[in-house]
Every structure is written in structure tokens, then in C-alpha cells.
């Protein structure tokens, strides 16, 4: 469980990793393997794990090389008529310590480049989650979570394959080709011409099919992740989908995800088998008129068996790495397509940020907050404004309650109070300073929110409680339980504090739910508190200990209260009533009641559905 920004410990310094990966962050769009430069920055902060990987890269394809060379030896030597034993076994002996060779550098080389694709893979997942922590609210708006948590999975999942196994793969292949034509230019030059003329033949096909299969590849990306947002969707709403009967269209729904999925993949799947085939072709075809050509020098006389036998091996080998670069092309291909989506992400800069030089809350808070003429409009509903020229000023350890129908702006006070967006018009101070130019963990550290439904984690109560203030202690926990008559029932749980709560604090009541919350709100100890609707979906029951509870929090401090139920704001030192972004009313209870006003009717509503249910 990760502390809040004002009560956790100071941070270690940014890892280098974490560094290198952000500076190369922004994605590229080019038809290339450019994305794959950020999995490169990732991988050279292990500069030692690179250096024994390349080692053992170099010595493995070396000797890979050489085995023909070895087997040349043997056929010319050891099967020579008259050969004598310590020559067969010289030769043997070379051939098996070259394999030998083989064997220890091929198992350095894979647990190197192993270690480094799960290294990398931590590292770009901590850094994107890291990035995706400092977005306000707005950034979630467009961009939808269960997309986001699939590219973190499939997507560096990808990554892990390409580094760990693809890169090796790629890079043995090509040193084995290299090497392998420059051991054929000193057996049979003529013959190795040739096949040096056919590489263009075989890398054109990659190149062109290449393009193709990467933006196949990314659409294929997109719609996996379309089916994991799908899956995560449907199934934390169970009970709804089978409430309504809507199982039958939930599952077409998603066959239809499945399908567009399936097609994208069927695309992509048939241009990788295309160009498969097309350069097994150019490649077999050109070693089989090698192989005739050479076998036809040996009938003349030209070469040697043991050289054809060199020739055809290392022919073979360098066939065989030219025909893997196509499938291993594919796969950096589709690393490429995850790494640009990844890059994306860790290129978003937050729209909310400290300034350069933020200036200092003053000290002691004395929890004052004004807003100055404010206009604001979601990013999302730009044609529509959620306040209008609203102007409000809360006096330190004032009770403010904010009541009116819904859409009139009262959950927008809270969101621009703590700075998850910032106003198109005028401004927001906290002790008189703009809230642009103070830090905002800083100004989210003054206060303390009790939501409409209390969110918790999937981990153990004291995790949850301790949540507003990581480094409370378990005697400072069970005093913030009783202020929020929590302690009877967190006390009855099987492992008491250390009770796992399950996702969303499903081991719970409402109620129970709403009481950690404000213990939660308790331990941050904040001068200013917003309370957002904290007990419209309680029983009347949890909503007298609710209620309670919070009347011990408000006590000294500066409280903000949105309100459906009137009920729970009679006592408020002034009530602001809001309609369409604005302030039509404001006064204490009885003023607005005599007023007459859209407070009286609401009042008026809301106390004689209770009286005539009283009465029922």
C-alpha cells in the first residue's frame, strides 16, 4: 500500500533505470523499430548484465561459426584412410569442447538476457505507474483504466519476450550470418558471391512485409486491450448484468470484441506467414543452387569433401539465420507496437503541476478558503459551465454547507479546493495564497475528504485506516477508530487490524465502510475537511453513528459539506444553496426557510416525505 504524498517518507533518489526510461519516453510514429529505443534506455541502466550478455553473445556465436570448421577437421582428418587414434581423438576432443563451449556460454546468455527482460519490464511498469499518478482527474476522463491496465500487462509482457529472448536471438542470428558468409568468402568465393547477391532478395521481402505487420500488430494490441477493459467491466457488474437479464446480450457484446480481435490477429498472423514463406523460399532455394554448385566442384576436383562439408554447414547456418530474422522481425515488430502504447503513457506530462518556484503555505494553516470569481468548465463538457462567476469565502474552523439539485456544481468545489483542475476564470486561495502557485501535495496535505461512498483497498484495515497518515501507529489507529465508532466492529473482525478487507472492502457494511473512511479523515488530522454527501447511502441506523463520528471530526476545523439530505446541514453556520453553477441563497437554516426560496422547497420536500413516512 503506497503512503499518501504528505505522510509518506521522503523518497529514495529516482533510480537510474526509472531515469532512463523517462528521458526517452516520447513516442515515435515512424513505420520503424524506434518505439523499441525506450526498452533500450531501460536495458543500458545494467551496463554489467549487458556487457556478460554481449560476452557470451559474442563466444556462443563464435563457436556456433566454428562447428563447421570442426566437423571439416573430422571428415578430412579423422576419416582419413590410415588416420591414426590420437588423431581421431585430437579432433573429436576439439569438436566436443567446442560444443562444451557452446553449452556454458548459450546458459550465461540466456539467464543474463532473462534477467534483464524481467528487470526491464519492472522498470517500465514502475516508471508509466509512477507518470500515471501525477494526472488529475481529467486524464481518466478520456482515458479509460482497464485500457491502461491492459497495456501494462500485454503490452510489457511483449517487451519481456523481446529482450529476454527476441534481441538475443536476433543478434546471435545476424553475428552467426555475418561470420558465417566470411568463413564461405574463404572456402569457395565464387560460390559465396552468389549468396551474397541474394541477401537483397531475402531482406527486401522482410522490410516490406515488416511495415505491414506493424500497424497490424498495434491494431492487435488495441483490441485485446478493448476485451480486457470488456471483461473487467462485465464482471464487476455481476450482479446488475443478471439483475436485468442482460447476459445473453453481454455475451454477444463481447463475441463481438472477440471477433474484431480475432479478424485483427487473423491479418496479422497471415502477412507473418507470407513473408515466412516468401524468405524460406529466397533462402532455402539460393543454398540448394549453392549446394548443387558445390557438389559439382567436388566431382571435378576443385574442393574437398571435409570443404563441401564446411560449406554446406555453415551454409545451412547462415540460412537458418537469415529465415529466423523473419519471425524474429514479427515479434520486434509487435514489441514495437506495445512499446509506442507504453511511451505514450509515459509521455503524458500532467496538466496539473507545481510551479517552478511554488510559494510556501503559511504556518501555521489556518485553514481559511475563497474562491474569487470562478468560472470553470470540464475538459470533457467544454459547452457547458459547472460554476459561473461563484464567489465564496469559508472563515477558518466555519462550517459551510453546499446543498442544491444535482448538476449545479457542488462536487466541482471540491475538485477545484483540492486542485485536481484549475479554473478558466478567476481564483481559488488556501490562507491567501493562489492555489496556482502553491505546490499541490501541499495543498492536498491541509485537507481531508470523506467521499460519498468510502473507497477502500484490497488489503488488511490497518493498511486502509492508516491510509491518511501512513505512519500512524496501531495505539493512534485505535484512538481514530473510536472517534469514528469503528472500534467495536474492527475489534470483532477474525484478525482484528490485520483482517483483509477484500476488493473494495467487500467484507463490509456500508456503514462500516463510511467509518473507516472517517477515521481515515481523522488520522490525516487536516485543518480544513470536505465532506462529500457522507451519508446519503446509509440506513438510518449507520447514519446516526456516521454522523456522530463527524460531528467529533468537524469540531475545530474548517468543513466544507455537500448535502442531499437537509436534515444533516440544519446546524451549519451558513448554508450556500447553488443552482446551474451559481449562488442563489445563502444563510443558516432558518433564514432560507423564511426566505422562501429554492432552499424552502427543497427543506419543505425532503420534511414532509419524512413526516408522511413517519406517519405510514
Known amino acids: 500500500m503506497p503512503a499518501t504524498q504528505a505522510d509518506a517518507p521522503s523518497p529514495s533518489p529516482e533510480s537510474p533505470e526509472s531515469t532512463a526510461v523517462e528521458a526517452d519516453a516520447t513516442p515515435r510514429q515512424s513505420k520503424s523499430l524506434g518505439p523499441l529505443r525506450m526498452v533500450w534506455s531501460a536495458a543500458a541502466a545494467y551496463p554489467a548484465r549487458v556487457t556478460m550478455a554481449g560476452v557470451a553473445l559474442m563466444i556462443t556465436s563464435a563457436t556456433t561459426a566454428s562447428v563447421p570448421w570442426g566437423f571439416r577437421q573430422v571428415v578430412d582428418k579423422g576419416f582419413a584412410r590410415?588416420?591414426?587414434?590420437?588423431?581421431?581423438?585430437?579432433?573429436?576432443?576439439?569438436?566436443?569442447?567446442?560444443?562444451?563451449?557452446?553449452?556454458?556460454?548459450?546458459?550465461?546468455r540466456f539467464y543474463n538476457v532473462s534477467w534483464l527482460g524481467e528487470r526491464v519490464v519492472a522498470d517500465i511498469r514502475l516508471s508509466v505507474q509512477k507518470n500515471l499518478l501525477r494526472q488529475p482527474p481529467s486524464f481518466f476522463e478520456e482515458n479509460s483504466p482497464k485500457e491502461i491496465s491492459s497495456r501494462m500487462t500485454a503490452d510489457t509482457g511483449l517487451i519481456e519476450q523481446v529482450v529476454g529472448t527476441t534481441v538475443s536471438v536476433a543478434l546471435r542470428n545476424l553475428i552467426t550470418a555475418v561470420v558465417g558468409i566470411v568463413i564461405l568468402?574463404?572456402?569457395?568465393?565464387?560460390?559465396?558471391?552468389?549468396?551474397?547477391?541474394?541477401?537483397?532478395?531475402?531482406?527486401?521481402?522482410?522490410?516490406?512485409?515488416?511495415?505491414?505487420?506493424?500497424?497490424?500488430?498495434?491494431?492487435?494490441?488495441?483490441?485485446?486491450?478493448?476485451?480486457?477493459?470488456?471483461?473487467?467491466?462485465?464482471?464487476?457488474?455481476?450482479?446488475?448484468?443478471?439483475?436485468?437479464?442482460?447476459?445473453?446480450?453481454?455475451?454477444?457484446?463481447f463475441a463481438g470484441a472477440v471477433e474484431r480481435s480475432f479478424a485483427t490477429a487473423l491479418r496479422r498472423i497471415t502477412i507473418r506467414s507470407a513473408m515466412t514463406s516468401v524468405v524460406t523460399l529466397l533462402v532455402m532455394g539460393s543454398l540448394v543452387l549453392l549446394m548443387w554448385r558445390g557438389a559439382m566442384g567436388v566431382a571435378s576436383g576443385e574442393i574437398s569433401g571435409g570443404v563441401i562439408a564446411q560449406f554446406v554447414l555453415t551454409g545451412a547456418l547462415v540460412a537458418g539465420a537469415f529465415g529466423s530474422l523473419t519471425e524474429v522481425y514479427g515479434d520486434l515488430v509487435r514489441a514495437a507496437g506495445a512499446a509506442s502504447r507504453l511511451a505514450e503513457l509515459l509521455s503524458e506530462r500532467p496538466a496539473i503541476a507545481p510551479p517552478a518556484k511554488p510559494t510556501a503555505l503559511p504556518v501555521p494553516a489556518?485553514?481559511?478558503?475563497?474562491?474569487?470569481?470562478?468560472?470553470?468548465?470540464?475538459?470533457?463538457?467544454?459547452?457547458?459551465?459547472?460554476?459561473?462567476?461563484?464567489?465564496?469565502?469559508?472563515?477558518?474552523g466555519e462550517t459551510v454547507a453546499i446543498v442544491g439539485p444535482s448538476g449545479a456544481g457542488k462536487s466541482t468545489i471540491f475538485q477545484l479546493a483540492e486542485r485536481f483542475y484549475d479554473p478558466q476564470g478567476g481564483t481559488l486561495k488556501l490562507d491567501g495564497v493562489p492555489l496556482t502557485s502553491a505546490d499541490p501535495a501541499e495543498i492536498r496535505a491541509r485537507m481531508a475528504l470523506v467521499p460519498q461512498e468510502g473507497v477502500l483497498f484490497a488489503a488488511s484495515a490497518r493498511d486502509n485506516l492508516r491510509y491518511g497518515h501512513w505512519a500512524a501507529t496501531d495505539d493512534q489507529i485505535w484512538e481514530a477508530a473510536r472517534g469514528a465508532n469503528a472500534e467495536t466492529f474492527l475489534r470483532e473482525l477474525p484478525q482484528g487490524l490485520d483482517t483483509f478487507l477484500?476488493?473494495?472492502?467487500?467484507?463490509?457494511?456500508?456503514?462500516?465502510?463510511?467509518?473507516?473512511?472517517?477515521?481515515?479523515?481523522?488520522?490525516?488530522?487536516?485543518?480544513?475537511?470536505?465532506?462529500?454527501?457522507?451519508?446519503?447511502?446509509?440506513?438510518?441506523?449507520?447514519?446516526?453513528?456516521?454522523?456522530?463520528?463527524?460531528?467529533?471530526?468537524?469540531?475545530?476545523?474548517?468543513?466544507?459539506?455537500?448535502?442531499?439530505?437537509?436534515?444533516?446541514?440544519?446546524?451549519?453556520?451558513?448554508?450556500?444553496?447553488?443552482?446551474?453553477?451559481?449562488?442563489?441563497?445563502?444563510?443558516?437554516?432558518?433564514?432560507?426557510?423564511?426566505?422562501?426560496?429554492?432552499?424552502?422547497?427543497?427543506?419543505?420536500?425532503?420534511?414532509?416525505?419524512?413526516?408522511?413516512?413517519?406517519?405510514?
Not at 468548465?377 to 459561473?388: G, I, K, M, Q, T
Not at 463520528?549 to 444553496?577: C, E, F, P, S, Y
Not at 453553477?581 to 427543497?602: F, S
Open 82 to 108: 590410415g588416420s591414426d587414434p590420437a588423431t581421431i581423438n585430437h579432433w573429436f576432443e576439439t569438436l566436443l569442447g567446442m560444443v562444451t563451449v557452446l553449452a556454458i556460454g548459450t546458459a550465461i
Open 185 to 253: 568468402f574463404f572456402l569457395a568465393p565464387k560460390l559465396t558471391a552468389g549468396l551474397v547477391l541474394a541477401i537483397p532478395v531475402v531482406v527486401l521481402p522482410i522490410v516490406w512485409f515488416g511495415r505491414r505487420l506493424r500497424k497490424e500488430s498495434r491494431t492487435s494490441q488495441d483490441r485485446v486491450a478493448d476485451i480486457g477493459a470488456m471483461i473487467s467491466e462485465v464482471l464487476s457488474a455481476a450482479r446488475i448484468v443478471q439483475a436485468f437479464n442482460q447476459e445473453s446480450r453481454e455475451a454477444d457484446r
Open 366 to 396: 489556518r485553514g481559511q478558503v475563497s474562491f474569487e470569481n470562478v468560472t470553470f468548465r470540464y475538459p470533457s463538457r467544454p459547452e457547458v459551465a459547472a460554476l459561473a462567476g461563484f464567489d465564496l469565502k469559508v472563515e477558518p
Open 502 to 616: 477484500g476488493e473494495n472492502g467487500a467484507r463490509l457494511s456500508g456503514g462500516q465502510r463510511q467509518r473507516i473512511a472517517i477515521a481515515r479523515a481523522i488520522l490525516r488530522n487536516a485543518p480544513i475537511l470536505l465532506l462529500d454527501e457522507a451519508t446519503s447511502a446509509l440506513d438510518a441506523e449507520s447514519e446516526r453513528l456516521v454522523q456522530d463520528a463527524l460531528d467529533k471530526l468537524m469540531a475545530g476545523r474548517t468543513t466544507l459539506v455537500i448535502a442531499h439530505r437537509l436534515a444533516t446541514v440544519r446546524q451549519a453556520d451558513r448554508i450556500v444553496v447553488m443552482e446551474a453553477g451559481r449562488i442563489v441563497e445563502i444563510g443558516n437554516h432558518d433564514e432560507l426557510t423564511r426566505a422562501g426560496g429554492l432552499y424552502a422547497r427543497l427543506a419543505s420536500l425532503q420534511f414532509d416525505e419524512k413526516r408522511f413516512a413517519a406517519e405510514s
